[in-house]
């Protein structure tokens, strides 16, 4: 079983629409939690990040950690078509360096 | 600042050939991590180094598969043989000074064939 589980999608929504992105764990040392956006053919690049338990908002995202069921959101208000692309969660542990991925969900976004 | 540099951005090669993949890091940035992406398998960690040092090569698959970091601006990763199911994307991320997320950033990738 992985670390991390991410449902790999396609999820394809119509523009405007809310987006709900999930991913589960099991290693329950992971205590900083981060989403990453990858457009297609490029790296990843960080969109946003929490630490433990809680609600974070910029702009038209939302991340939410709810550390007592292992299971982290990412939440996409008013969805533009520029939002159109992979969406992975990665994890830390307090102590270390190494970031631990989700497989990533792919994301489409119809004008 | 350029980012993070790889080159080359696309390997075609045939089995059984040598492929270096090369990265050069933010300046700066004390932390570089090579990742292989498939889409079975997702984003893997293979190696990371601080300081040009290799901490955890735990995720290399096997002997094929080398790294060194022989100064700050330079990294390489090595297949020798190269076999079909390296086939993938190789990614090659730096962070910096150091905050609990350590956010990394990502150099563009290289797509490797390997026939």
């Known amino acids: 079983q992985k670390e991390v589980e991410q449902d790999p999608g396609p999820l394809s929504v119509p523009e405007g629409a809310i987006v709900s992105l999930n991913c589960t764990y099991s290693?329950?040392?992971?205590?900083?939690f981060m989403w990453y956006r990858q457009y297609s053919r490029k790296g990843p690049e960080l969109l946003m990040y929490t630490y433990s338990s809680g609600n974070k908002e910029d702009g038209r995202f939302t991340a939410q950690v709810d550390k007592s069921s292992k299971y982290i959101s990412l939440f996409i208000r008013d969805s533009q078509p520029s939002d159109s692309a992979t969406y992975l969660c990665?994890?830390?542990?307090?102590?270390?360096?190494?970031?631990?991925f989700g497989t990533g969900t792919r994301l489409a976004v119809r004008p | 600042d350029a980012g993070v540099i790889q080159s080359p951005r696309h390997e075609v090669t045939e089995m059984g050939q040598e492929v270096t993949l090369r990265c050069k890091p933010i300046?700066?940035?004390?932390?570089l991590f090579w990742y292989r992406q498939t889409m079975m398998r997702g984003l893997e960690l293979l190696i990371y180094f601080n300081n040009n040092v290799p901490i955890d090569d735990s995720g290399m698959p096997e002997d094929r598969f080398s790294a060194k970091m022989p100064n700050a601006s330079f990294s390489t990763l090595k297949i020798q043989p190269s076999e079909p199911r390296d086939s993938a994307v190789y990614f090659c991320a730096s962070s910096g000074p150091r905050g609990p997320y350590n956010e990394q950033f990502f150099g563009p990738g290289t797509r490797l064939t390997v026939l």
């Open positions: 300046s700066g940035h004390d932390y």
């Open positions: 290693n329950s040392a992971f205590q900083y």
């Open positions: 990665a994890m830390k542990k307090s102590s270390g360096d190494k970031l631990t």
